[in-house]
């Protein structure tokens, strides 16, 4: 399959559109040292997404939360993705280098025709968690029906990570 390359205008619309969640995990699943939830979104014209949280259950600013669109032929792409200060992130088209900062990757033309869809990324001071990642994900990206927890802050056990109340 070949990945399509949206425009920035394409783009812009896909993070507008409001989106609800059609599936939601009962609970995380452990995968390695993360725990990670999907959650089925679809618009109300159709259009599928996903929203996926993954938490290192060692480290607390090892995070990641984004959204993916599902293209009609079912090529997934990272539209936007908020991650933790655990690593510095390098902008490889502009050659500069992000500290170890939280920071959102945001998908743009110029790097999927560069092969990287997601690679570009701008170092935010919105959040400082998981919780509140997710929560400046949902607002930025007109998301319903999934709830955030700011200030949460992750036990060392993953068994026990609980981001929503069931």
Partial sequence: MVRPILTDARI?????VDKAVTFAPKRGSEKGKHVEWDFDLESNDGVKFTVFVRQNSMLDDDFSCGLC?????????????????????????????????????????????????????????????IGGALSSLIQECSISGIESLPGKKTPRN???LRLWEN
């Fill in 158 to 160: 993953p068994r026990q």
């Fill in 12 to 16: 812009s619309e896909l993070l507008k």
């Fill in 69 to 129: 669109w599902t293209s009609p032929s079912g090529e997934s792409v990272i539209l936007a993705r908020y991650n933790g200060g655990s690593h510095p992130h390098p902008n490889r088209i502009e050659g500069t280098k992000l500290p170890m900062h939280a920071h959102v990757h945001r998908a743009t033309e110029r790097y999927m025709k560069a092969g990287r869809p997601d690679g570009y990324a701008e170092p935010t001071d919105l959040y400082s968690d």
